[in-house]
Structure formats: C-alpha cells, structure tokens
C-alpha cells in the first residue's frame, strides 16, 4: 500500500462550488481505477472546521505502485496540471491499514495528520506505538477507515482516517467528504503490513 495527497490551495475569495462541481462531474472516473485502493476527495473551507485556507486536497491509498505512476503520467492528473498548476505530490509507504465500524456507511469527513519521527527516537519503537493507536482507532465508532504510512526521506508518519460523521477536532487537519472512490479496498490489506 501506497498513501498519497496533493493539496491545491484556493484564493480566500474562492467559490468553492466550483470544486464541488468538479467533483460531482468528475469524481466517478476513478470508481473502477485498477489498482487503486480508495480516494477520498477532500476540500476545506477558510473559516469552516478550524480551516485557514480554501483547499482541494484529495488523499489516496494505492494498492499497486504502478498505478499510482498511471494515474500521476495519466489524463486524469493532466487535468489537475491544466486547470490548477503542477502541485506538489506528497507519498508515503504503507504501514498499517483497516476498515472501522462504520465502513459501510458513506465518509462525510477525513482527518490527516503527520508526525516527524525525532533524530533520537528509535523509528520501530515509534511506529509500533503509532500502530497500536491506528489498531485502536479501528474499532472506534464512527470510523470508516484508518491508515498509517511512512515517509522515510523525512522520517515523517501520516495518519488518515475517514468518519462517517464529523471528525473529532483533535485528529488532525479536518477534510470534507465530497466523494469516495473505492475500486481496491479489498487489496488494501488489513493491518500491519511490514
């Protein structure tokens, strides 16, 4: 598993309908992607939810490397490329992953957090108490799915979980639902993937 996300930061003034029209005609091309895990497509709002900026920042998990590099090489990324600029594509290798309680229920929010591994912290130590939490997040009500993944360049870990309901402030950055692509779940893995 692969975790990615791009964030495309909008004017203040932005209409942010746009975006939702974008995605309403749009967010249905990667419904069946081979090789795609899940794609949540994620806005926030200046001024909603903590939120300083206006923002589409979908969040990824890939099943297969190599459609992670079709997607990015493909047309549909052109588009993104085209219409709003080359942003920049953050990735990281996956580590843990599970479906919640509310995994049938459609995501109406998604948290994203990072955390920056210290140079003197022992990095298996660290990421074997993060998965610890990311296991008991997993059985937390209102949790769709939750995911961990590493960047090892940066030592930095990622931590995405989608809500059925609105995510807890403390969870991290907090991202509306628009839409949710879910063509590979089921290659995803479950649990502990090292």
Do not use: C
């Not at 992607?33 to 969040?59: H, I, M, T, W």
């Not at 009500?141 to 993944?149: D, E, F, I, P, Y």
């Not at 989608?162 to 969870?171: F, I, T």
């Amino acid at each position: 598993m692969h975790a990615m996300q791009y964030a495309i930061t909008l004017p203040a003034d932005y209409d942010m309908r746009i975006i939702r029209h974008r995605v309403k005609s749009r967010g249905h091309l990667l419904d069946d992607f081979a090789g795609l895990g899940l794609k949540a497509y994620g806005v926030r709002e200046r001024g909603v939810d903590g939120s300083p900026v206006n923002q589409y920042a979908p969040f990824y998990l890939w099943a297969d490397p190599e459609a992670m590099n079709r997607f990015l090489l493909g047309e549909g990324f052109r588009g993104v490329v085209r219409d709003f600029g080359r942003p920049v594509v953050q990735h990281w290798q996956g580590l843990f992953h599970r479906p919640g309680p509310a995994a049938d229920a459609p995501p109406r929010a998604f948290t994203r957090r990072t955390e920056t591994l210290a140079e003197d912290a022992d990095a298996a130590t660290v990421i074997a108490r993060a998965v610890a939490g990311h296991e008991e997040l997993a059985t937390t009500n209102g949790v769709h799915t939750t995911a961990l993944a590493l960047d090892p360049r940066h030592w930095e870990l990622v931590h995405f979980t989608l809500w059925a309901h609105d995510s807890p402030r403390s969870a991290g950055d907090r991202y509306k639902v628009l839409h949710l692509s879910t063509p590979g779940t089921g290659r995803l893995g479950t649990g502990r993937q090292w």
